[in-house]
Every structure is written in C-alpha cells, then in structure tokens.
C-alpha cells in the first residue's frame, strides 16, 4: 500500500521562559501504510531546511563530521554548547511484540512492531469431519474461512523516535525511546521549542491507539518541566510546540491545558512533572484523543483529531536537560488500557448489533434511503432462510429437516407479520415451509452426501459410480478434469493401503526396506511404471478389477505378503493405466496433479514423508476434494455452489477489512471471526 505525504504538528504558543519545556504531541497521517524498510545509519547528511535533524546521543568515540547536501559547502562541526555527559552504553533497537490490548483490533493479523517482507494473513480451518448432529451422511463445510484477503505488507506500529526528523537541540538514544534537550543556548522561550516524532505513523486498523511517556529531568533551570505531549500531522514542524499549529493537538505539561491549532490553551487537566508517566491516546472510533497521568485516565479532548491524515505520537521540549522515555508497548503501561479498548469494543459492537436494518435489502431494492426498523418476525424468517439453506448445502439432512418442522411450528405466516417499509417477502414462509427439503431434493441431498461421504472415507471406486450414475455431467465438464483427480485419488488411496499393509507385516517379523516397493516384492513381477501392460480400458470408474470389489477386500485366508503383493500388483497396473490414458494430456493442472499424486511412491510411508506428498496423502486432501466436488454437483444442477449464508460472511468480512484500511475506526471493533466463529 503506498503511503501518502504526512503533515508535521507544531502549533506556536506564547511561553514565558520560566514555564514552557515539554510537550507531547502527535502528528497526523493520511490513511496509508508506511513500512520502514532501513534502519537509521551514521553519520547522515543533513537536509538544508529549517529544522535540522538531531545529532545522536554523545558515544565513547569522537563525532564524526556531517557534510551537507549541495546547497552548502559548509561541514557542520559539533557543538561546543551541548553540555559534557558520561558515555553512554552502546544500545539498539529493541524488538517487542504487538501490545495485547491491540488483539481487540480485527485486522490484528496485519499489525506489527517489526518489519517484515511479506506478512501472511493468518487462518483457520473450519473442516469438521461429521456433521453437528453426528450423521454419517454430511458433506464438509468449506475448508477454510477467510475473516480478510491477505496483505504483501504489514500495518507497522511506531517503535521508536525518528532522528531524520526530530529537532536539532534534541538527542535520541541509540534505542530510540529517549529524548534529552541538549542546548546551553536555550532559554525556554518559545524560539526554543523543540519536537520529534516517531518514525511510523500510527495505523486507524488499530482502533484505538496508546502509548506513554515519563519523565526522568525536569531541566536545568525550570521550576516545573515543559513537556508537551501531542499527536501531530507529517509537516508539523519540529520547531514548534505541540497544539499551536493546524494538525497538531498537544497537552501541556506547565499549565494543564490542551492546545488544538492554537496558541491560547483550554484548561484540561492536571499539572505534569518529574517521574509523572502521560498517556496519550487516540479513538479512531470517535477520532478524539485521551489523556492519562500515572495511570488514572483524565477523559477525552479533541474533535476531528487525525481525520484525513497521518497521525504520529509526538513529544515537545523546551528547556536543557530535559529528558523523557517512550513506551509503545515495550513494558507494561501504568493505565489499564486492555480494559479501556475492550469496553468500547463492546460498546461498538453493541451499536452495530443495534442498528436498525433496511428492509430493501430483502427485496433487492434501493437501499440508499433513510433506515426504518423492521420486525423481529421479519428478521427471523431472512435468518432461517439463510440457516436452511446452509444446513441443505452442506448436507446436514436430518438437522434441516428437525429445523424445517420447528420454524414450520412456530414461524407466522406472512400475512400476520407486521409490515414496516416496502418488505417483498410474501412468500417468506411458503419457502421456509416448503422449497428446501421437499422429498425429491431431500433425496438429492442423501444422494450428493453419500458421493461427498464417499471420498472423505477414501471410497472413491463408490464416489466414481455414484456420480456417474445420478451426475454423469461431473465427470464430463471442464475436459473431464474432475473424473481425472478422482482417478489420481483413487491410485493415492490403493498406495495408502498397501503401505498399510507393509506396515502391519513388518511389524509380524516379516522383511521390508526403506521403501514399501522394494525389489524382493517386486521381483518378477515385471511391474515398472514404463511397462504399458495390457490392461482393460479404466473408462473413469475401475482399476483394473471388478469394480463391485473395493481394493480394501481381501481374501482372509490369504497370508499378509500374499496380500500386500496383491494390494500393490493392483495399485501398479491401476497407475500404469493412468499414465496411458493421460500422458498425452497437456493440461497444467493435470500435469500437476499427476505430480503430486504419484510422488506417494518414493516413500515407505507417504504420510509421515512431510511436505507436497504428506498433503497429498492425509485426509485433509480428501476434504478438499469431496469440496470440489460437492461444489461441481451443485453447479451442474444450476444452484450456487457456496450457501448464500457463507457468501454474505465472506462478503460482510471483505467489507469491514478494507473500511479498517481507509480509517474507519468502528470496523476495527467488528471482528466476526472473533464473534461468529471462535466462539
């Protein structure tokens, strides 16, 4: 995501020069992501404008001179004004994790402290293998739920202070937290003031956002440290103290006051001075910011804070010797804000559940006029629509049916049903009552969950003449793509078994090597995948045998080597037919499907061998293709291939992902899968 210009926060404000030294301020951003991908280097040149960049925190070595840009020749010696302090141990930046109180935030996937190339969204699977009610005839519900599209890059969360654009009279340790007014020249007025903010600016996708400072000096000669703490746009500037600028708004540690693009403050709360730690907050939910003073929350002060623009945490000194320490998150903060950000999660949530609904959006009218309430017997016969609907797409026959005769109990009809607005649903109920599961589709329903139960139980000889029986087009659609992973699946399936096998008589003392095929059992056989032997046409639906016998049915009376040869005889002529009837196919997927499924061989057992051919193997592959299966029967009878309860999820959750992105504060609070799925 491209990141576009931020405003730096710097608003200018009468001082006298015994009063004014610190302040916190917050710049402001444009909703967009910006990603670091640098670290800070020394020495840097200076960039020839007003507000110079700090110069780093003294070390052991000798400064080494930075030149500047080529409007000026002149090489920039140190100070001879900053004052003589103790060497500094050598620190860095330090790594922390994302503050717990950001869990809160539905795009807490993409939210990070460090950066990284690609961030990948992170999933869940939601593949049961039965049914909720334990029927044995279920088809599996889409393998996974997607609560957002996955990003290439991260929201990165401010860390640190940034030396490219802090003030000159400011230094910033090596770890980028502390800030100390290093100055002899300065005299607290406000020609004096100056600012730094973070590097990143701070992302609306958290829904709120909180941070704190504490002061370690007051200064040289100031009776009450003047530390301004603010939030501030990209071009405030760095000379200027925070809240006396437009997109700057800062709290003022001399006075009390909240300054908001103003030099004539508003009286807000307490005093501020040494050791005290400020919090400063911002609720992209109401765009107003927060305050706290060693841990008690002061409440909110501003209106339209950061609307439009880049928002970054930003802190303001005016007198030598000053000194403050950030904490985005690297500790435990004073104020409890896990505590705040989940009662206003809970107070948005509350506001989205109670939000009157149109009722155009049940007849596909025009949704864009004024929103009236609807019925609650409305809302429910839409809810048990979309319900009956998913429990008849999945498979879930004798739910839907118990479901079917409870609403048909209890739901009124039509005509009984308060009307509030133009509701088409005159035939809400009759559809509830009658459509879903009337005994042909009912039938159709055991039908396509038998052929479903069929490939998750690694029946595919049942699945192929089932399908061919009740829908023939299946096997035929898309160059009879389906018909050819069914066969591929049925070959992985015939290899699992004599694995299996294998397994069982080695461990009853009878010989094996590292591969399930070796040469002793090979041996005479004659039997190479580059051998086309003759063996009657597959047509789609056998493996070389009588179809009615499934390769799992072995004579008993035959000895365990006995059987495994024979279990993979069959396996080897089946995969020989396959090569034949599709070496000629081209198809990319085909191609790789075939890959995929014949690399089971190089292993003695396909299961544990990890990677492309574990995937293939484990039952996980069966799901996803009883899936595709599923979804290719639907389609041939011309019904969505998803339940339109899962297509508005989806559609509802893309939805909210990208209003958190474009700084809609509220959609960070409404995290369905937190909700609706996690439970």
Known sequence: MSRQGTIPVTVPRNVSSSTRNIEHIIPARSFTTRVATSPVRHPRVIRANIDQPCVPAPSTSPPTPRTRPSSSSAV??????????????????????????????????????????????????????????????????????????????????????????CHHHLSISDNGRELTFQSTSATGSESNAAAARTVQPIPPACGIYYYEVKIHSKGQKARKPHIFRRFAGPDVRSSRLPGWEPNSWGYHGDDGCSFATEKKGTPYGPTFGLDDVIGCGIDFTTHRAFYTRNGVLLGPVFENVGKGIDLYPSVGLQHTGESVRVNFGHEPFKFDIADHVAQQRNAIWNSIINSPLNPSIFSGGDVSGPLTNISDEQTKLTINKLVLSYLAHHGYVRTARTFQKQIHDTVKPISEVPASGDVEMADASSSLSKAPLEFDFEKDIAVRTRIVDSVLSGDIDTALSETERYHPSVLEAEQSLMLAKLRCRKFVEMILESAEMKRKMTGSAVGSSGSFIDDTTLEGDGMDMDVDDEIPSMNGTTNGSDMSESP????????????????????????????????????????????????????????????????????????????????????????????????????????????????????????????????
């Open 76 to 165: 920039r010696a140190p100070s001879s004004h900053r004052p003589t302090q103790p060497p500094a141990p050598p620190s860095s930046p330090v790594s922390f994790p994302v503050p717990s109180y950001l869990s809160h935030s539905s795009l807490r996937h993409l939210l990070q402290t460090d950066v990284s190339p690609i961030l990948t969204a992170r999933r869940r699977h939601y593949s049961p293998s039965t049914d909720s009610d334990d029927e044995s005839n279920a088809s599996p519900p889409p393998r996974e739920v997607d609560s957002a599209p996955s990003l290439d890059h991260p929201l990165q969360l401010p860390t640190r202070w940034d030396p490219e654009t």
């Open 552 to 679: 799992t049915r072995r004579p008993s009376t035959s000895s365990p080597k006995a059987q495994y040869q024979l279990a993979l005889q069959s396996a080897i002529q089946y995969g020989q037919a396959l090569d034949r009837d599709y070496r000629k196919d081209e198809r990319p997927e085909v191609r790789s499907i075939f890959k995929k499924s014949f690399s089971v061989l190089a292993f003695y057992d396909p299961l544990e061998a990890g990677g492309i051919t574990a995937e293939v193997a484990g039952h996980d592959a069966r799901i996803e293709l009883a899936n595709e299966l599923n979804q290719a029967i639907l389609k041939s009878q011309g019904r969505p291939t998803r339940p339109t309860l899962e297509t508005v999820y989806r559609h509802t959750s893309v939805s909210i992902h990208y209003l958190g992105l474009t700084g809609i504060g509220s959609a960070a609070f409404a995290d369905m899968q937190k909700e609706f799925l996690d439970g």
